[in-house]
């Protein structure tokens, strides 16, 4: 097959994005335009604001991917487009630049999951080899993924309530933290010690994870503190609270490779950036001879690099929109 192009947008939250990927796994220009710093005057993104902003900032946003990569739009083989799930009014606003570049140009629709995207991202570091295990973890998700080959995806399973990037931003807030809380949750964690005594989440034979009930029981020990005149150790506890997530994620995770007879597990998200996630990852992986595969540090929060790798994909597939394509605000991933 010839070389082929994919012009690819992602808006489903708080980051504009557009990216050029070739083949599925050489990212030739990507541009992230990231709203962080306006959402965190409010402690958390403001579903309006964010989309205005990509209102603002799409048009810019793809002129310099394409002024970046040296190529012009008649070198693009198809466009491609997370069309969900995500924020309705942000999403809305990539389906929309999508649809009118590809009708203008006269080029093929390409709409693609944004946990597939997720998953892709590993393709840019690393060619995905199947069958695979993913676990998906960001502000939105929590879900373990078995993949047979390529596009190819069946939950094994998924977050109850809270997805753990949304924990690790509440435990945060809880903290005192600035948003987004994650990254600042896992720094001091690695200062801390793991002194305080919280339940291990979930822990069952199931797949399925629940991360509301280790956040509460963050918030009622703050509070009972407080009640006593005691002050929170704050290291202590983002170590304590960082150190239950890792325990529950690794064990599911490897239980799943186990059961599904696979080698190879890919990490995914937003949260795929935590420090101390990752490395019991790597030791456990080291360990249990499994090849571990996670994308590089900017390429786990939101980008549209992971939607270009994916759509690739789902083009050589035949899965080719209309250009009535919908926004869908949740959707599960098939
Ligand atoms: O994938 P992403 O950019 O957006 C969604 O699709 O949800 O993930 C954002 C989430 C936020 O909850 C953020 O706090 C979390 O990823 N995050 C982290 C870290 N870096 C980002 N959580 C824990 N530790 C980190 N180092
Ligand atoms: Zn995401």
Redesign the pocket.
Known sequence: MNDKYILAIES??D?TSASIVKNGHEEIATVVLSQMDTHANYGGVVPEIASRMHIENITMVLEETLIKSKLTINDIDAIAVTYGP?LIGSLLIGVEAAKTLAWIYNKPLIPVH?IAG?IYANNLTKKMVFPLIALV?????TELIYMQDDYCFKKIGGTLDD????A??KV?RVLNLPY????L???LAHEGDDTYNLPLPLDDESYNFSFSGIKSAVINLRHNEEQKGNNINVKNLACSFQNRVIKILTKKTMRALEDYKVKNLIIA???A?????RDEFIRLCDEKNITLTIPNINR???NAAMIGAAGYYAYSLGHIAKLDLNAKATDELK
């Open positions: 489903s939250c980051e995500g944004h997720h973890i960001s502000g939105g998700h997805a753990v990037g949304e690790y931003d945060a987004p809380g994650g990254p949750v896992d720094k998200g937003g949260v950036a935590n420090k101390g996630i786990c929060t939101d």
